[in-house]
């Protein structure tokens, strides 16, 4: 499974980015797709995750600004961001949490940049 982050870029605060990321590959064997981010001089964090089902899981402190969805067709998963704060200026990167010929994986894309500026 091969997967590619898009939509990081520079923001206010207060504004709004829509990250994507695509999965290929063998992407039958996806269960859950998330999103983790990493600040610079910090350890990487969850961020959300998603399942193929469409439950969904948050970090407490995001919920309610941050919004995680699936195209399952697409192959795709998206991290909804609005009301940003410099706080949240990290590297972004997704994963795919796969389970295949009876062993669990997980595969992690090559982060975008999110910087919110005050």
């Known amino acids: 499974v091969q997967l590619q982050a898009s939509g990081g870029g520079l923001v206010q605060a207060g504004g709004s980015l829509r990250l994507s990321c695509a999965a290929s590959?063998?992407?039958?064997?996806?269960?859950?797709m998330g999103w983790y981010r990493q600040a610079p001089g910090k350890q990487r964090e969850f961020v959300a995750s998603?399942?193929?089902?469409?439950?969904?899981n948050y970090a407490d402190s995001l919920k309610g600004r941050f919004t995680i969805s699936r195209d399952n067709a697409k192959n795709t998963v998206y991290l909804q961001m609005n009301s940003l704060k410099p706080e949240d200026t990290a590297v972004y990167y997704c994963?795919?949490?796969?389970?295949?010929?009876?062993?669990?994986?997980?595969?992690w894309g090559q982060g975008t940049q999110v910087t919110v500026s005050s």
């Open positions: 994963n795919a949490e796969t389970f295949l010929r009876g062993e669990y994986k997980t595969y």
């Open positions: 590959g063998s992407t039958f064997s996806i269960n859950t």
């Open positions: 998603i399942t193929r089902g469409g439950g969904t």
